[in-house]
């Protein structure tokens, strides 16, 4: 029996005894993997970026569409200005013409097709510019 204790006793201490440390594998380069909390800290911080970028984008689009806004009332306000000039230049040439003068008969003809005489004096005088 003493070879059995002997036995045994060498295996309860091959197993008792520390595991040899093993050589760690040469270094090679590795990527560090960032923990999850990390991947969703970018993913917030790219979330915010891109909202900003939304929202530069948003208030870049109604800033232009308020210079458009505001050009197209600056146009119709000038159109307004330029027809009421036209009107007064109208008046000014019907207060003038000679309804008998060879003139006078043919602005009668012409003004035939127009809702007024003012409408058509305005044309004529438009396209005589």
Known sequence: MDSIDKLLAELKAEYDEPATPQQPPP???TFIQPPPKSTSLIDNLLAEVKADFIEKDTAE???RQQELEQEQIKQQK????QLEAS???AKDWLD???PFSPEGFWFE???????SKLEAAIEYLQTNE
């Open 78 to 81: 000038l159109k307004a200005q």
């Open 87 to 89: 009107k007064i230049k």
């Open 96 to 98: 003038k013409l000679d």
């Open 27 to 29: 270094q090679t380069k």
């Open 109 to 115: 003809r012409f003004a035939e097709s127009y809702s």
């Open 61 to 63: 689009e109604l800033r």
